[in-house]
């Protein structure tokens, strides 16, 4: 075996330690729970915004938002970040270990999310941070402005679409329980399908809201998930709709909590 061969197994095998460290397989429980405190917040906020009396920004900056507005909230985000910060770290182990190309590709861009989802949370605890929507629309601004900004941008709403197309079959086949190491009941598997599809749906809508910026050369489309709730709310029938995607936005939440019991780590 070479110096290379014996370096990688070593990193490897520092790597799997790593991931079945207990800290981090707690860590990536937490993770998930606090994933389900989002949920639940961004469920409330949707529905909030189809009665008319929404004062936060239907979205994660909104949902964390609202956790920093008290003592007990900002305990809470503090956690979250930890939790978040732990399974980024869980998903980047299982990146580099992962048995198949595509599972460690998948790993990786959880491991982005999970980690970009842990930092926006930490600038609300630390009272600096900034609209989801906002920082959508400064993203796509930047990269219309770059060679063949366009495409990008299309591209990126096509991946979107996507992932939200994804969500609604991994919901509709019951894909998800590939992630659980035993079956949770059937309560909660419908609790899943449901907020899988529904949280599709409204990532859908957010990859198409991409493209439209694109066509449109109009940066201010791209708004995020408050912008694609707010245009699934102007659609016809848009306020029943919008519930329906609030009340499925939580049970995806609910589902969190028994993911995080239930989960693979």
Request: charged share 20%; aromatic share 8%.
């Amino acid at each position: 075996m070479t110096d290379a061969q014996q370096a990688k197994q070593q990193a490897e095998q520092t790597v799997s330690k790593a991931g079945d460290h207990p800290v981090v397989e707690w860590g990536a429980r937490l993770g998930y729970a606090a994933n389900g405190i989002v949920h639940l917040l961004l469920g409330w906020l949707a529905i909030q915004l189809a009665l008319g009396s929404s004062s936060e920004s239907a979205d994660q900056s909104g949902a964390f938002g609202m956790l920093a507005d008290n003592t007990l909230g900002k305990v809470l985000l503090i956690v979250a970040v930890v939790g978040f910060a732990l399974l980024a770290i869980w998903q980047l182990t299982e990146a580099i270990r992962g048995p198949e190309l595509t599972d460690r590709l998948k790993a990786g861009g959880k491991f982005i999310a999970y980690l970009a989802v842990g930092w926006s949370a930490l600038g609300f605890v630390r009272a600096s941070g900034s609209s989801s929507g906002d920082q959508t629309k400064d993203f796509t601004q930047k990269l219309m402005e770059a060679p063949g900004g366009v495409v990008l941008v299309v591209v990126v709403g096509l991946g979107v679409l996507g992932i939200g197309g994804y969500h609604i079959y991994k919901g509709w086949k019951r894909k998800f329980r590939e992630d659980l190491r035993e079956n949770p009941g059937e309560g909660i598997e419908k609790l899943a399908m449901f907020g899988y599809i529904a949280k599709g749906v409204a990532l859908m809508v957010v990859g198409g809201l991409f493209i439209a910026a694109a066509l449109d050369h109009d940066p201010e489309k791209a708004r995020g998930l408050d912008g694609a709730l707010k245009a699934l709310l102007s659609a016809p029938g848009g306020q029943i709709l919008l519930i329906v995607v609030g009340l499925g936005l939580a049970a995806y939440g609910l589902y969190a909590f028994a993911r995080a019991k239930y989960a693979k780590v």
